[in-house]
């Protein structure tokens, strides 16, 4: 179903150094994430990093935390607020996007003044608390310099949805980076496209009839721009939760390529499995291996050439959808 990829090639990943067992927090201790190790691992290489070691904190060491100032948020010591270690994290970030542009996604510890991708703990200049709305200064300069590379906390991994979305994400960039290594031109576009269509008309309607017009002129002149532009307009599509709904839509949209081939009882299945899901009483993984099913007996170039009948190893496919 689609071009798949080689099980025995995982994907470079990076990740918080923490999360693979690695005894280099502030307290000497770890986050070792059972779920990152003991599935992910198997088809994500994974390149740890931990910024504030690498800028020469050591372990253990005093805590640091994000602290609100007059131009703007720093990342200063706790128990020494003279400690400021902003612009070392900042510059790290900056060199590892430099040397690690080959990552197709990356994974944070959340909450981490330095790695935190979101919804980091702030405080005043009088130590007082404040909302957490911060950013850590590692994650935002890779995030600045990546801004369509996929990336999550290793917390919102437990939820089903966003642990699909953000697996789904990966391999689509791995597959989009593959293409640009070998010189993406304006038929090489037209393919990836084609073959991506379903799984962007899931995520994002509008996106998908965007990017249709983008590739339908993909022959004439600023084919660089259109490139940046598709790849822009594809990622942050796919970074919406395809909802229950439009999954349903496009099981249907799908069902038309080989329905006439089926029998009424046959038709009535699926149609069924569809509904079932629909409804919530089956997870998407059902009437997807259905229609895989069918389309071994019935083939369809088009429909078996779809990303959205396996984005990613089916060892890794989620059970529930958003509703």
Not at 240 to 269: C, M, P, W
């Amino acid at each position: 179903m689609g071009k798949k990829e080689n099980k025995t090639t995982r994907i470079p990943v990076g990740i918080s150094s923490c999360l693979l067992g690695q005894p280099v927090r502030f307290d000497g201790g770890h986050k070792y994430h059972a779920y990152v190790n003991r599935r992910l691992a198997d088809f994500f290489e994974f390149k740890p990093f931990c910024p504030e070691v690498a800028i020469g904190l050591g372990t253990p060491r005093p805590p640091i935390r994000l602290v609100k100032m007059a131009d703007g948020i720093r990342v200063r010591g706790v128990k020494d607020p003279a400690q400021d270690v902003t612009a070392k994290l900042d510059n790290y970030g900056r060199k590892i996007a430099r040397q690690e542009h080959g990552l197709c996604g990356y994974i944070f510890k959340s909450r981490s003044p330095s790695c935190g991708m979101e919804r980091v703990k702030t405080y005043g200049e009088d130590g007082m608390p404040g909302k957490s709305d911060g950013i850590g200064a590692y994650a935002r300069a890779i995030m600045q310099a990546h801004p369509n590379l996929p990336v999550e906390e290793e917390g919102r991994l437990n939820d089903p949805d966003l642990r699909d979305n953000f697996i789904e994400r990966v391999f689509t960039w791995y597959r989009w980076q593959q293409l640009n290594r070998q010189g993406l031109t304006p038929a090489s576009l037209v393919d990836f496209h084609s073959r991506q269509k379903l799984s962007v008309m899931a995520h994002n309607q509008a996106a998908y009839r965007r990017l249709g017009q983008l590739v339908a002129n993909a022959g004439k002149r600023g084919f660089e721009q259109r490139i940046m532009d598709y790849e822009e307009e594809m990622m942050t599509a796919m970074r919406r939760i395809a909802s229950r709904k439009s999954h349903t839509n496009v099981l249907q949209h799908l069902q038309g390529y080989f329905s006439r081939e089926l029998s009424a009882g046959d038709r009535a299945e699926m149609s069924a499995l569809i509904n079932d899901y629909r409804t919530g009483l089956v997870p998407l993984a059902v009437p997807l291996t259905l229609m895989r099913h069918h389309l071994r007996h019935y083939p369809n170039d088009w429909a078996l050439s779809q990303t959205y009948l396996e984005p990613y190893p089916r060892e890794l496919m989620n059970q529930g959808t958003s509703d």
